[in-house]
């Protein structure tokens, strides 16, 4: 089961910020936060992921509360093709190296 | 460089017919992953191996179902015989081994399977 929730779906404005939330009330110490994106279609994408520290790369922001209770993906400038399904998965190292997609959410972006 | 590369990328096949799906996965990856997508499921695991042993198959459906990686560069997962509850589009991934957080896998672009 996942460990993680997130809303169904969201939308966003052509070139504006969106904010993707996602609540892990659960995360234990050594688990990290993985963000994973479905374009219609294709497979899964990686994005980002982070530990406790906030992080960024080419292609987006991750914030992590401090308690770790919570977190959210940031794409600073949505464009239509980042229309897709975004997954946040918890996921820690070593052990079982399942990852657990939930249902994830839906982020339209709007022209 | 290439990324995971799968075939069929299409499949379209009767009931009770065998089906094989393949994957090469990245070059230098020691993990390959099998996963199946439904609407009804989501994306699930069924398999994966490390170093070419299977790990974790869990997953696997049925005895109808079953995987194989006889070298770093090939895997095959087999439905004998297939039913259309099966239908599905079927992705595999890999990854490399590494240190703490290091955990990203990379996918194909899947198999639409059709079982009629």
């Known amino acids: 089961d996942a460990k993680t929730t997130q809303p169904p779906s969201m939308d966003c404005a052509e070139g504006r910020a969106a904010n993707l939330p996602c609540n892990h009330s659960t995360i234990s110490g050594n688990e990290y936060v993985y963000w994973y994106r479905q374009i219609h279609s294709q497979g899964p994408q990686y994005i980002i992921h982070g530990l406790k520290n906030n992080e960024t790369n080419e292609m987006a922001s991750l914030i992590i509360t401090e308690d770790r209770k919570s977190s959210t993906l940031i794409l600073p400038h949505a464009t239509l093709r980042d229309t897709a399904v975004y997954y946040c998965i918890v996921k820690g190292s070593g052990g079982s190296e399942k990852l657990v997609f939930g249902k994830g959410t839906k982020l339209t972006v709007n022209p | 460089d290439a990324g995971v590369i799968q075939s069929p990328r299409h499949e379209v096949t009767e009931m009770g017919q065998e089906v094989t799906l393949r994957c090469k996965p990245i070059?230098?990856?020691?993990?390959l992953f099998w996963y199946r997508q439904t609407m009804m499921r989501g994306l699930e695991l069924l398999i994966y191996?490390?170093?070419?042993?299977?790990?974790?198959d869990s997953g696997m459906p049925e005895d109808r179902f079953s995987a194989k990686m006889p070298n770093a560069s090939f895997s095959t997962l087999k439905i004998q015989p297939s039913e259309p509850r099966d239908s599905a589009v079927y992705f595999c991934a890999s990854r490399r081994t590494g240190g703490p957080g290091t955990d990203t896998q990379y996918f194909g672009p899947g198999t639409r399977l059709t079982v009629l």
């Open positions: 191996f490390n170093n070419n042993v299977p790990i974790d």
């Open positions: 070059s230098g990856h020691d993990y």
